[in-house]
């Protein structure tokens, strides 16, 4: 009785220890799954990791028809050239095409940084370019101590580390000119950047609504050697606001000659060496919508003037009033009050481009509006004309 009272005693004893082995072991090998589990991340983690693989090589697509592209008014060109600018549209080397800003002036930097990073925010599949004069990157004890050259150095990384933006420091257009004088470079610079197939120029500073408009103008036109923006409606003459361009060397050598035996400006460049109407867009290219606008024609608007309306169909307006020296400098109260459109639609409009410009001049540049000083600005105007 004793032995099988002992027994029984040993019995649940042993049904015990099994059962605590048994929690012990399922505890054990949780707690040894979830190790390992942790050890392999723990692997992962201090593994030297690889570069990532770069993506396969496909063909870029062309960007997105713009519907006012799509539906162009006026006179359209015959259809199969319609088709075959698409099909050339499929195989395009976006690598050859770009946007160009031209610097020659610190205080322009920043707006041309800002509308090539607005290029890079929406996507566009072209290349940027920056032109700037070379003796900037000429005296770097200097850009430590000029506190203007220390913000155009900071700039330019920007452009290129933030923006992927292309810089292409460029020569006084005449050799041997006064290189710190902005007026010794020219816009006819542009035609020596000929690695490209097409570069498209917009003459700033302003706000870009809409990429997409620009990138089907850069994909779907022919390569001439100007596509200029026309200076009126009736198209008898030539503007520099946007040009479409084919650079080559040719064209580049015989502005630089014309350049060099008198002093004009780059309008009459442009003039002298291309004709009007043949150099002009087309008008079935500009039938997209406002390709380009000027912020001062807001004020002539007429009753019907809808901001919905505009803003969609409006690729890039130019922020300019001929009272003021442009929207780098911060507007007094009174000119504003003076200057702002008497729509209530176009004003709206007005003031948010203003306002996007200058909540933008500080994101991108991180710089507030310059200061307003009739006396510096009557130097400034005195120096643009
Ligand atoms: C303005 O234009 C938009 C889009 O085109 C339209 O939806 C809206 O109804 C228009 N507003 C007025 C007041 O006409």
């Not at 019995?11 to 059962?19: E, G, K």
């Not at 030297?48 to 006026?74: F, H, M, S, Y």
């Not at 917009?202 to 923006?229: I, T």
């Not at 200057?339 to 200058?358: I, K, T």
Request: proline content about 7%; hydrophobic content about 40%; charged content about 20%.
């Amino acid at each position: 009785m004793g032995r099988l009272l002992l027994s029984s005693g040993q019995v649940s004893v042993i049904i015990s220890a099994c059962v605590v082995f048994a929690f012990t072991f399922a505890l054990f090998m949780s707690g040894y799954v979830l190790q390992q589990r942790y050890v392999h991340n723990l692997q992962a983690a201090i593994r030297p990791r690889l570069p990532k693989p770069l993506p396969a090589a496909k063909p870029i697509e062309p960007p997105t028809l713009d519907v006012k592209w799509a539906r162009p008014v006026g006179s359209r060109p015959e259809v199969d050239e319609t088709y075959a600018q698409y099909i050339a549209g499929q195989t395009m080397d976006w690598s050859r095409l770009g946007y160009v800003q031209v610097v020659r002036e610190h205080v322009e930097l920043c707006s041309a940084v800002m509308l090539l990073s607005d290029l890079h925010a929406m996507k566009s599949p072209a290349k940027r370019i920056l032109m700037f004069p070379r003796l900037w990157l000429a005296n770097v004890e200097d850009a430590k101590k000029d506190p203007q050259m220390a913000t155009t150095w900071r700039l330019l990384k920007a452009a290129a580390r933030r923006y992927g933006v292309t810089l292409m420091p460029m020569e006084p257009i005449v050799d041997g000119s006064d290189a710190t004088l902005p007026s010794s470079y020219s816009l006819a610079s542009i035609y020596s950047l000929v690695d490209y197939e097409r570069i498209l120029y917009l003459e700033g500073p302003g706000v870009l609504l809409d990429a997409s408009a620009l990138d089907s103008l850069l994909a779907f036109s022919k390569s001439e050697p100007l596509a200029a923006y026309p200076a009126t409606p009736a198209r008898n003459d030539m503007s520099t606001s946007l040009l479409l361009i084919n650079p080559s060397q040719e064209k580049f050598h015989q502005m630089k000659k014309l350049r060099e035996s008198r002093p004009i400006t780059d309008l009459n460049l442009f003039r002298k060496t291309f004709n009007a109407p043949e150099s002009l867009i087309s008008e079935w290219s500009l039938s997209m919508g406002n390709v380009y606008y000027e912020s001062q024609d807001l004020r002539h608007v007429t009753g019907d003037f809808n901001a919905t309306a505009f803003e969609e169909a409006t690729t890039f307006v130019r922020l300019s009033e001929p009272e003021l020296p442009g929207p780098e400098y911060d507007m007094p109260y009174l000119d504003r009050v003076k200057l702002r459109p008497q729509d209530q639609q176009a004003e709206e409009v007005w003031s948010r481009l203003y306002e996007r410009f200058r909540s933008q001049r500080m994101e991108v540049c991180g710089l507030d509006l310059e200061v307003y000083s009739p006396v510096v600005l009557g130097g400034l105007f005195a120096q643009g004309t």
